[in-house]
């Protein structure tokens, strides 16, 4: 079955951490870039950043909260575990949100995505 799981999201105090897992089945991950987007409850999806394949660049989503997201989230990856990895800092109760990864050709936030997951939820609240 092809798929990607994400795991990881859970109930957190403000300026907690979290690391985020998107794994891949069925496929290799080492063929596509993979990216993170979310979704907050009422709000549209949102990029946030994506990784090419082989690790070696990040792209940060072209936001109006752009530089933020630069220095509140790190995204890296094994191949060898056909995985990918979201780590989220300085978690704030704005960050609430689902969160998907997806794989794709390139790291092109509004281009075509070929898998995503069904998403992890975080949620920042004291």
């Known amino acids: 079955q092809v798929q990607l799981v994400e795991s990881g999201g859970s109930l957190v105090q403000p300026g907690g951490s979290l690391r985020l897992s998107c794994v891949a089945s069925g496929f290799s991950l080492d063929s596509y870039s993979i990216a993170w987007f979310r979704q907050a409850p009422g709000k549209e999806r949102e990029a946030l950043v994506c990784i090419n394949r082989r690790g070696d660049n990040a792209y940060y989503a072209d936001t109006n909260y752009g530089r933020s997201v630069e220095s509140h989230f790190a995204i890296s990856r094994d191949n060898a575990k056909n995985a990918a990895y979201l780590q989220v800092n300085s978690l704030k109760p704005e960050d609430t949100a689902i969160y998907f990864c997806?794989?794709?050709?390139?790291?092109?936030?509004?281009?075509?995505?070929?898998?995503w997951g069904q998403g992890t939820q975080i949620t920042v609240s004291s």
């Open positions: 997806a794989a794709g050709p390139w790291c092109l936030f509004r281009g075509k995505f070929d898998y």
